[in-house]
């Protein structure tokens, strides 16, 4: 059984940083795209970004290309989003899950871990 600790989270100011990290467990993800997404009240899930186990290629929607990086460190079964210039709609909990196989393939919502809650102020 897939388990992922999503950690990182917390209250910024609007301008701000954060890294997000998630672990896995019982788990290699050789072979499988990880990837972020988010969810915030009264709006719908939104994906955010993937990276590919195997070859490191990346896939970030457009809202948070040019501030948000995802990155795999495969040795320790983690991935990361440094979250950079954070904006309140940024605001959200946020989610790893692994996808089904590449990244193109879909993010499995199911595999997700706990969350952890990004709060950024004005």
């Known amino acids: 059984e897939v388990q992922l600790v999503e950690s990182g989270g917390g209250l910024v100011q609007a301008g701000g940083s954060l890294t997000l990290s998630c672990a896995a467990s019982r788990f290699t993800f050789n072979g499988h795209g990880v990837g972020w997404f988010r969810q915030a009240p009264g709006k719908e899930r939104e994906v955010i970004s993937c990276i590919s186990s195997t070859d490191n290629r990346t896939y970030s929607t457009t809202s948070v290309k040019d501030r948000f990086t995802i990155s795999i460190n495969n040795a320790k079964n983690t991935v990361y989003l440094q979250m950079n210039n954070l904006q309140p709609e940024d605001t959200a909990v946020y989610y790893c899950?692994?996808?089904?196989?590449?990244?193109?393939?879909?993010?499995?919502?199911?595999?997700r871990g706990q969350g952890t809650q990004v709060t950024v102020s004005s």
């Open positions: 899950a692994t996808a089904y196989r590449h990244c193109t393939t879909g993010l499995d919502f199911g595999s």
